[in-house]
Antibody, heavy 121, light 108 residues
Framework: QVQLVQSGAEVKKPGASVKVSCKASGYTFSTYDISWVRQAPGQGLEWMGW????????HYAQKLQGRVTMTTDTFTSTAYMELRSLRSDDTAVYYCARESSTSSSYYFHDWGQGTLVTVSS | SYVLTQPPSVSVAPGQTARISCGGNNIGGKSVHWYQQRPGQAPVVVVYENSDRPSGIPERFSGSNSGNTATLTISRVEAGDEADYYCQVWDSITEVKVFGTGTKVTVL
């Protein structure tokens, strides 16, 4: 069965960087794209961006442009999300999600378990 | 950017029907997907492409979409349906995935 297993919780100081991993199994990694979604405490879901796991094309949410980088390692079927210049409002649970496509849209069929990133001095 | 608006909360008695709205400009022209998120857990898709259900999702979950409102309907509500629910679309103009504001369903 499809599994997305993420790296463990992180505590970072303001201004630092964090890199979260998402290891996929149960399917051919390069045939489904990966999105990253975050959720601040008590808040809703926020889409961060997407990476094409076949050609590494990316598209990031405008508010994160310049601070986020999404990459993949096809040999280990792992996706990565790096967020730089961390601020307190980046404190959130970060999810990776495997995308599925329909005739006219994209949705998230499988999710990782989430990684809590806490930004605190 | 495209905005999806949901009511913050919906309360329903067990066995009754819960309806959760998702408002957006001409959302009827888009494909809408719905997620259930129980406390402390990752979201799970319960309806995709307006009205299709993934395998394993009960028939009690159904969706519709027309005009400026999409609706997730949960029939014969059970205690286990208590969760947050989010709608989501893909904005083809900006190529951005957008989530609704979320609705907390409380089973009385």
């Amino acid at each position: 069965q499809v599994q997305l297993v993420q790296s463990g919780a992180e505590v970072k100081k303001p201004g630092a960087s964090v890199k979260v991993s998402c290891k996929a199994s149960g399917y051919t990694f390069s045939t489904y794209d990966i999105s990253w979604v975050r959720q601040a405490p008590g808040q809703g879901l926020e889409w961060m961006g997407w990476i094409n796991t076949f050609n590494d094309n990316t598209h990031y949410a405008q508010k994160l442009q310049g601070r986020v980088t999404m990459t993949t390692d096809t040999f280990t079927s792992t996706a990565y999300m790096e967020l730089r210049s961390l601020r307190s409002d980046d404190t959130a649970v970060y999810y990776c999600a495997r995308e599925s496509s329909t005739s006219s849209s994209y949705y998230f069929h499988d999710w990782g378990q989430g990684t809590l990133v806490t930004v605190s001095s | 950017s495209y905005v999806l608006t949901q009511p913050p909360s919906v309360s329903v008695a067990p066995g009754q029907t819960a309806r959760i709205s998702c408002g957006g400009n001409n959302i009827g022209g888009k494909s809408v997907h719905w997620y259930q998120q129980r406390p402390g857990q990752a979201p799970v898709v319960v309806v995709y492409e307006n009205s299709d259900r993934p395998s394993g999702i009960p028939e009690r979950f159904s969706g519709s979409n027309s005009g400026n409102t999409a609706t997730l309907t949960i029939s014969r509500v059970e205690a286990g349906d208590e969760a947050d629910y989010y709608c989501q679309v893909w904005d083809s103009i900006t190529e951005v995935k957008v989530f609704g504001t979320g609705t907390k369903v409380t089973v009385l």
